[in-house]
């Protein structure tokens, strides 16, 4: 029996990880098979608290990691698969263990959203990624397209003119969602232009990408664009589905937590981006990790009170 499960090893897994190390938990992090979340596909991190030059994404979350193992915590690099919250224990599978626990954190994240659109799927790692820290250098002086108006895609864009021969950004309106910052470095770039109220239709390409499709969003008119590269930063999924019918989620699959990080589950709670809809922040998912962690301790000191206090 574990007193607590934290299943993710993002921002908001690995601070609850520590917190609730130090509260002699000995919490177990289910991390998944790549640990460390949506940082480790990340570059240069600059608004992280304590880190005054920036810090790489992957590396923070080493630290992360390192900081919550000095403390205590098991750290598995394993997939839960399926979870039954139906009663105590709380029951958590993996493919080839079944764990029991007292408490469950829920930190899971969320992954990245795709187009949907004809050619995508055919040409992924043909030249369609989600990812430009991973496949940004194989497409040094080509012809680049990132689709998006937030700031992971002006983040994307910026990263991705170190191997360019320039960058084209295709966003669905006239103007950016970018904070100001991100926004001004992108549009200030020479080496990146923009195509506006226009969305992308189709990739083209057999074996490898060759451009796009795109429709003008204003007047309906087709046209095909040359390009080798097609990056997508165009927001987020949470990761929820092993927790469809166990636990209650939104409209958008995101886990409610209306008092805190308390869900409708006596005994689970649940932190970062799984059920952030707002800010998506490193720093944020981090805080909702603390408070998780917090939150189960309470909850645990409490039910052990009660139980001394049955037996008395």
């Known amino acids: 029996m574990e007193r607590v499960i934290i299943i993710g090893s993002g921002p908001a897994g690995l601070t609850a990880a520590v917190y609730a190390a130090r509260a002699n938990l000995s919490p ?9 979340g949506q940082l480790m596909l990340t570059t240069e991190v600059e608004n992280y608290p304590g880190f005054p030059d920036g810090i790489m994404g992957p590396d923070l979350m080493i630290k992360f990691r390192e900081q919550a193992e000095h403390f205590g915590a098991r750290i598995e690099n394993v997939d839960v698969t399926d979870v039954d919250f139906g009663g105590q224990p709380l029951i958590v599978r993996t493919a080839e263990q ?10 899971t994240g969320a992954s990245a959203r795709w187009l949907d659109i004809p050619g995508e799927e055919l040409l992924r790692g043909r030249g369609v990624s989600t990812c430009a820290t991973c496949d940004g250098a194989f497409f040094r002086d080509k012809r680049i397209v990132v689709v998006g108006g937030g700031d992971s895609a002006m983040e994307e864009a910026l990263f991705l003119t170190r191997f360019g021969s320039k960058v084209t950004v295709i966003h669905r309106r006239d103007s950016l969602r970018a904070s100001k910052i991100m926004a001004e470095r992108a549009l200030s770039h020479e080496k990146i232009d923009f195509i506006w ?4 239709e189709a990739v083209l390409g057999t074996t490898q990408m060759t ?5 003008n969003l204003v007047d309906g008119t087709i046209s095909e664009f040359d390009a080798d590269a097609l990056f997508i930063a165009i927001g987020h999924i949470p990761n929820t589905a092993i927790f469809a019918g166990q636990i209650d989620l939104d409209a958008a699959g995101y886990i409610l937590s209306p008092n805190g990080t308390n869900t409708n589950v006596e005994g689970v709670f649940v932190g970062g981006d799984v059920n952030d809809l707002r800010y998506k922040q490193a720093i944020t998912a981090a805080g909702s990790g603390c408070k998780a962690a917090m939150d189960a301790e309470k909850y645990l000191e409490a039910h052990e009170f009660a139980m001394r206090e049955t037996v008395l």
């Open 28 to 36: 177990l992090v289910l991390a998944g098979g790549m640990y460390g």
């Open 197 to 200: 109220n226009t969305g992308v």
């Open 211 to 215: 451009g796009l499709r795109l429709k």
């Open 98 to 107: 079944e764990y029991h626990a007292e408490t469950v954190i829920i930190a």
